[in-house]
């Protein structure tokens, strides 16, 4: 089972996923699979469930002590909410990038090393090495190698946004998680990072959320449309947006809603 | 283009017709409103006034009394029973020693309480109950604390009126203020800044050491160092511990009794009715303890702005 999914470059293999938040269900009986080195986007109108769902796939929903999970996901056929996996462990795998550029108060250089740092790499040459692939990964070296020592909350917004790209590579995740990463940057910083996640998904899967539909037609091989906690539709991105099946998602892509 | 205007104007004008208007405004009442204004203004500036007022005769009062009494001698020397030869250096070495038990136990103590109560706890009603009176503990009397002090480290455990009991004894009635202070200063850490620690696959301790703590730092410092100004400031729980009356030794160790600023001002103003010249010692060393407490306090002000982030 394990080396079958690993064939086909299955990332996730989503089975009968519930959550619940107190007595609100948010995700209700949600199966997908997601694939290795594509981009996968998750669309939908607001309160439809997907950044909650993306949230579950590394587990940072948990920090919300009201959760109820149910079914499982497996992460390379291995289920993520088995006793066996450690969230740390798990979150090292899958990055994260949020919708508000959340940098760490500390320096340029700080920022990107922070998790190699607590992963326990102490060797300076690799500090310096990693730093560099980061950033250069990021699309942001030229843009900060003269100062690396300056705080990160000098930067732009999109400058920061692709900071914590950097951060998020610098301990070599197998997967990116984002959740709306470019609704608070502008056009330019937006154009800029859509071009890093297109050169990212050649070495990384990503997951993005987005509230976008343009973005969702310009950066996603697959996209999966939420609504009301329900998996909809999910397919080629191209298919979706030029024949897709269900009556629900037609009408959202179209803009009679959301 | 003025056409226009006047037809937008003219327009707007018309939607309101004076017949269908409901609102009216009453000059007289618009006038008395702003009287009103004006009464509370000057209410409120006097009630400043005195205030300050009040700080500059009790100042003023203590520097004239102390004129001539305080230089560098009152310093350095040690008590004594003639006025003119006395001095305060074994008041202020065991002030500074009572700090030396003081601040690290407060500190430890009320970082770890505070790291406990908002990172760790639960979220429910046992943990609302330890906040609540904690904050309860923060308004009990500095005697009752006194009291305390004298029972548990004072008798039980036999440290009679030394250093360590006083110093422990004033620890206990600042360690609400500290760990109220850390409280606020580890919420007001940004949720995002953990979740961004988490996600790149952080423990709580790791996320807590090197995210939450450092952007904490200056609003504990800032809480911190108002407690142990507080603290350094304290009689009432010294005196009940039974702080000797004449300290002749200057104190070299922790287990050693000792004398303090603050009741070393208490003696002498208490023995003023035998020796006119001690309400002078009193005064002059009241301006030294201000000093010192006006200094501690600056310093926790300006960490607070120099330090202050916005994200």
């Known amino acids: ?258 | 283009m003025e056409n226009q205007m006047k037809a937008v104007i003219s327009h707007s004008a018309g939607t309101h017709s004076q017949k269908d208007r409901h609102f009216t405004t009453n000059r007289k009442k618009i006038i008395q409103r702003v009287r009103w204004n004006n009464f509370f203004r000057r209410l409120f500036s006097l009630s400043t006034v005195f205030a300050i007022g009040a700080l500059v005769i009790l100042l003023f009062q203590v520097w004239t009394d102390s004129v001539g009494w305080l230089n560098p001698g009152f310093l350095t020397r040690n008590l004594s029973i003639f006025p003119e030869k006395a001095g305060i250096y074994g008041a202020i070495l065991g002030t500074v020693y009572l700090m030396l038990v003081v601040i690290p136990v407060t500190i430890l103590l009320g970082v770890a309480t505070a790291i406990y109560l908002e990172e760790y706890a639960q979220k429910g009603s046992i943990a609302s109950f330890i906040r609540t009176n904690i904050t309860n503990l923060a308004s009990v009397p500095s005697v009752i604390f006194g009291l305390l002090g004298l029972a548990v480290f004072g008798r039980l455990l036999n440290l009679g009126s030394s250093i360590l009991a006083g110093g422990l004894t004033l620890s206990l009635l600042v360690l609400p203020i500290v760990v109220v202070a850390a409280q606020e200063a580890l919420r007001a850490v940004p949720g995002f800044l953990r979740e961004g620690s988490y996600a790149m696959g952080a423990s709580k301790w790791t996320t807590i050491w090197r995210v939450v703590l450092p952007v904490a730092l200056p609003g504990i410092l800032t809480g911190g160092i108002l407690a142990v100004s507080r603290a350094i400031g304290e009689t009432a729980p010294l005196v009940v511990l039974g702080i000797p009356t004449l300290i002749m030794r200057i104190p070299k160790s922790l287990s050693d009794d000792f004398t303090a600023l603050p009741i070393q001002i208490y003696y002498w103003t208490l023995d003023t009715v035998l020796t006119k010249e001690y309400a002078n010692l009193a005064a002059a060393t009241i301006v030294v303890l201000l000093i010192v407490l006006f200094m501690m306090n600056s310093v926790a002000i300006v960490i607070r702005n120099k330090y202050q982030r916005r994200f």
């Open chain 1, 1 to 258: 089972m394990t080396i079958e999914t690993k064939d086909k470059g299955i990332v996730y293999d989503v089975k009968g996923l519930n959550l619940w938040y107190g007595q609100d269900q948010a995700l209700r009986d949600i199966n997908m699979q997601i694939y290795k080195n594509q981009v996968t986007a998750v669309i939908g109108p607001s309160g439809c469930g997907k950044s909650t769902f993306v949230k579950t796939l590394n587990r940072m929903v948990e920090n919300i002590p009201i959760v109820r999970i149910g079914g499982e996901i497996l992460y390379h056929g291995e289920n993520i909410f088995d006793k066996s996996v450690m969230v740390e462990e798990l979150r090292t795998k899958v990055g994260m990038v949020f919708q508000k550029p959340n940098p760490f108060p500390k320096t340029i250089y700080e920022n990107v090393l922070y998790g190699p740092k607590i992963h326990g790499i102490r060797d300076k040459k690799v500090h310096m090495e990693i730093l560099e692939t980061s950033l250069k990964a990021a699309a942001l070296w030229d843009e900060v190698k003269d100062r690396l020592g300056d705080n990160a909350y000098g930067l732009s917004g999109g400058q920061q946004q692709r900071l914590c790209i950097a951060r998020a590579l610098a301990v070599q995740p197998e997967v990116i998680l984002m959740d709306e990463p470019t609704s608070a940057l502008d056009p330019i910083a937006t154009q800029k990072i859509e071009d890093l996640i297109n050169q990212l998904k050649e070495n990384y899967s990503i997951i993005i959320v987005t509230h976008s539909m343009q973005q969702a037609g310009r950066i996603s091989d697959k996209t999966a449309f939420f609504l009301m906690g329900e998996l909809i539709e999910y397919d080629d991105t191209s298919k979706i947006f030029s024949n897709p099946a269900k009556k629900q998602t037609e009408d959202y892509i179209t803009g009679r809603f959301g």
